[in-house]
């Protein structure tokens, strides 16, 4: 090999390594804080549900994919410091616990119990421990794509519990103060029935608020009368190439609906880039995990004549 394909080849080998190491080592800790105004509600929705007022949002931090196992720091103190704030509703969208080992830091995923509650489902990687084989064959064969049993998540439901977080599985919860209605679909997912028969009592003001883990059936959630939607398990497509975007979303999604707001219909959804993955391919590439605040508005609420939509704000944490 002459001397300058040497050069070329140890060039590269060095970027990669440096690239490997700044994916594993560096961006999948940038924890960050983002927030974002929704504006829910067409001109003849009539929604009238927080009772804060007309300019006050209803304000909702959305968590999600945080991979717990032992040993955590930096995303157990900063899932802490966020959840230390004043917010109306805490949501938990998922993968919460990588395994058992995970439910060790339990008691710091809820700081200040909100207003409306803390509420939390379950995840695929809640319900089973993964081997390479199901995440490398399991791609290709559908078949193999999930092991043959599901873990007892009675344990991890216990101490979400004792957290402070009400989990909800396939069930939901009324606040008739603030007309507010949480749904909380447990994984994989409802029958499209099951997601309209748990919204079909809710009186047509309030907000219906559906909480899921992997985004699937999105037509579905959005026919069953939900206002807005949040959910996780893309990481946001974890690995972004600049002015491409993700390259998967290991869901039905498109890669450029990977993470963020998108809509269905009259329903938002929110999507979380989440704050951690399997600890083997927790790697992230301009795509750093994130918990989000949501302020939540009414279309009327607004009165500079803002349209249903978004904006996000991002901010750095540390
Ligand atoms: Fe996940």
Redesign the pocket.
């Given at each position: 090999m002459s001397s300058m394909w040497k050069l070329i080849a140890g060039s590269a080998l060095l970027g990669g390594l440096g690239a490997y190491f700044y994916a594993s080592q560096v961006e999948s800790r940038r924890y960050a804080l983002e927030i974002l105004d929704i504006v829910i509600g067409g001109d003849d929705a009539g929604l009238n549900f927080s009772g804060l007022g007309k300019q006050e949002p209803l304000k909702v931090l959305h968590l999600?994919?945080l991979?717990l196992c032992y040993p955590e720091a930096d995303k157990v103190k900063f899932i802490e410091m966020v959840t230390d704030k004043d917010y109306d509703l805490v949501a938990l969208t998922?993968?919460i616990f990588e395994d058992y080992s995970g439910m060790l830091y339990a008691s710091s995923l809820l700081s200040r119990k909100p207003r409306l509650g803390a509420y939390a489902v379950l995840?695929?990687?809640d319900y089973y421990h993964y081997r390479l084989f199901h995440k490398t064959f399991g791609r290709i064969m559908k078949k193999y794509r999930h092991p043959p049993l599901r873990r007892d998540v009675k344990p991890m439901v216990k101490a979400l519990e004792q957290a402070g977080y009400v989990v909800l599985r396939n069930e939901g919860q009324s606040h008739s103060d603030s007309c507010v209605h949480v749904v909380g679909v447990d994984y994989p997912g409802a029958h499209p029935a099951q997601l309209r028969g748990l919204f079909s009592q809710v009186p047509p003001q309030w907000l219906r608020l559906l909480l899921f883990?992997m985004p699937i059936g999105l037509e579905s959630i959005a026919s069953s009368g939900a206002d807005l939607a949040l959910g996780?398990?893309?990481?946001g497509g974890q690995i972004c190439i600049p002015g491409v975007g993700p390259i998967i979303t290991d869901s039905e999604l498109p890669r450029h609906e990977a993470s963020g707001l998108l809509w269905r219909g009259q329903t938002a959804f929110h999507i979380s880039r989440?704050l951690?993955?399997?600890p083997r391919t927790n790697l992230r590439f301009f795509c750093p995990p994130a918990a989000t605040v949501l302020n939540v508005y009414v279309n009327q609420a607004k009165e500079d004549g803002t349209e249903a939509g978004g904006i996000a704000k991002p901010k750095r944490f540390g």
């Open positions: 999600s994919d991979h998922g993968d995840g695929n990687h883990h996780g398990h893309t990481h989440g951690g993955a399997d």
